[in-house]
């Protein structure tokens, strides 16, 4: 049994690991080299059970947007098979089951007509804990022997997958127990999106949000347009104490100024015309939970004074009103400008400031990312994938260079948008030609802005002494004008559903394109 013999050497290593203190994708990507020495193939991947989904934890020789996408795996009969298997299953090249790496393996063509895969479930417990898949591209690469082998493999790589589990469990703190347990409750709970990224820029930042998260402490969240601030704060509010409460959110930027008081604090019958009730205000409705002051950066002085004397007091009182209420708030506030420069310009309140950034946390913009911007594609066009009904959604070498190359001034909400329309350009493209169900994203369809002459030093770099480039800000707002002179040609200068397009509030593209200096078409032919 020379075969077993090298199971069993091929396996040393492995449980050797296990006495190491290694980080756990450390571990995953070596179960998966091991089993790649055992059963030589091109794709190896394993994938975690999540609820009715398979995340990819580990992959060797896929592309790296595998990693950001999830597997429904309902959409998948490959994986249902593999998860419904008593044992390691085999899809030979004449399976017809559509595989979910069609078009992920690089040099790969569209088309996965030479193919060979074997795929088994790690069962930890009485549960499906997770998936193991190998891809080969020649035909008849696994054998009948080598399902037992996998079989083998994949008990003792449950052992140490779940050994690993328990030695991290060993080695984290009460608290980091503590904010499991959490974690573990908010999976009970509708799981906020996930947050995409493994840059060292972006993994600092999640690391700053376990750390906050769970206090009270008002945080004041920074960062370009479009890196993702809201997805931050609701973040910060999944995994406080507060989660089972209302997040309330106030984009401050769409408020009229003579609304703005009784949004935030409410009002009684009467207390100005068209006060026809006592109404709420959001810091009444948010208590227990969160209130989310987006684009704060744009409150009207007057309304600064306010809200820092309801900050400071935790007391406020409805317009009209004599009565004190209490609302117990836990404050998150973003902003896309600079707060210190507002507040040497005289525009925001030096106390507000100091107020709300108690712990500030910065979102670095995608183009300091590196190959996060793939990671964040790949889960786009799996999004676009199953919304278009193809089998496969690849994306072109070129097409991956285009993006890696792009210095993203409208950051991830830019990749998101401009993914969408490539992806209905590639269907499109797809659906006139051939019956496959693959479609590949080409850099054609990307259609992007040629890269700016001297985009590549971050924001805050220096510039090279002699190298004139455009400033960012500069940057931002052509992008801004691009997509709103789009948006408002496309929806012939109608402003609501233009804003409706862009994700925008009504008020709030009004005033950027005022800022901007952007006339809709109606108003243009009137003046
Ligand atoms: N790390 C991420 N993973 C997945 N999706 C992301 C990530 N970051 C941002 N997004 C998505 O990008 C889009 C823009 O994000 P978001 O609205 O949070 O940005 P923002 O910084 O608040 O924008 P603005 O400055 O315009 O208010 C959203 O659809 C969001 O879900």
């Known amino acids: 049994m020379t075969r077993t013999t090298d199971v069993l050497n091929a396996l040393v290593p492995l449980i050797s690991d296990l006495a190491q203190e290694l980080p756990a994708e450390l571990r995953y990507r070596r179960l998966l080299d091991t089993l790649r020495r055992l059963l030589p193939c091109d794709a190896v991947a394993l994938l975690r059970l999540e609820g009715d989904t398979l995340v990819p934890l580990a992959t060797r020789g896929l592309s790296d947007d595998t990693l950001g996408r999830r597997f429904m ?25 559509p595989d979910p790496y069609d078009g992920l393996i690089p040099g790969e063509g569209s088309q996965l007509d030479v193919h060979d895969c074997m795929g088994c479930t790690l069962r930890v417990g009485a549960g499906a804990w997770g ?28 052992a140490t997958v779940a050994a690993t589990a328990r030695l991290d469990a060993l080695a984290r703190s009460i608290e980091d127990e503590r904010r499991r347990a959490e974690s573990y409750r908010l999976a009970a709970s509708p799981a906020p999106q996930a947050m995409v990224g493994h840059s060292p820029a972006y993994r600092q930042l999640v690391s700053e949000i376990e750390l906050v998260a769970p206090s009270d402490l008002t945080v004041l969240v920074t960062g370009e347009t479009g890196v993702g601030k809201e997805l931050v704060a609701r973040q910060l509010h999944a995994r406080s104490p507060r989660a089972d409460k209302a997040m309330v959110s106030v984009n401050c930027a769409a408020l009229p100024e003579h609304l703005v008081e009784s949004e935030l604090f409410g009002h009684v ?32 002085l007057a309304v600064q004074a306010k809200l820092l004397r309801v900050l400071q007091d935790g007391q406020l009182q409805r317009i009209g009103s004599d009565r004190e209420h209490r609302a117990d708030i836990r404050l998150v506030a973003a902003t896309n400008r600079d707060l210190a420069a507002e507040v040497r310009a005289g525009r925001f ?7 709300l950034s108690v712990f500030p946390l910065r979102v670095p913009p995608l183009r300091e990312r590196g190959r996060d911007v793939l990671l964040l594609a790949g889960a786009f066009i799996e999004e676009n994938r199953r919304r278009t009904g193809l089998r496969g959604l690849r994306l072109s070498q070129e097409a991956q260079r285009a993006l890696l190359a792009h210095a993203w001034p409208g950051n991830v909400r830019e ?18 030609g051939d019956a496959s169900g693959i479609a590949t994203l080409t850099a054609e369809d990307l259609d992007m802005a040629p890269p700016a002459p001297a985009a590549a030093p971050p924001a805050d770099a220096a510039a090279p002494p002699g190298a004139p480039r455009a400033d960012l800000r500069s940057e931002v707002d052509a992008f801004q004008r691009r997509m709103i002179e789009a948006a408002l040609e496309a929806n012939r200068g109608n402003m609501a559903a233009s804003a409706r397009a862009l994700g925008l509030d009504r008020a709030n593209l009004a005033r950027l394109a005022a800022r901007l200096g952007i006339v809709p078409a109606g108003r243009r032919q009137r003046a």
Do not use: N
Not at 145 to 150: E, H, M, V, Y
Not at 277 to 293: I, N, S, V
């Open 269 to 300: 019958r009467g207390a100005f015309s068209g006060a026809v009730g006592d109404r709420l205000g959001k810091f009444e409705m948010a208590h227990g939970g969160t209130l989310f002051l987006d684009e704060i950066g744009e409150l009207p």
């Open 349 to 355: 309140r030096a106390d507000l400031y100091h107020r």
């Open 131 to 158: 998936v193991l898949t190998l891809d080969a591209l020649e035909t008849g690469r696994f054998s009948p022997a080598d399902l037992k082998i996998l079989d083998t493999f994949a008990s003792l790589a449950a």
């Open 415 to 432: 990749l998101e948008y401009l993914l969408a329309r490539a992806a209905l350009k590639a269907g499109a493209r797809h659906a006139k």
């Open 73 to 97: 795996v309902a959409a998948h009969p490959r994986l249902h098979a593999i998860l419904q298997a008593p044992g390691a299953v085999r899809f030979a090249a004449d399976c017809g089951l």
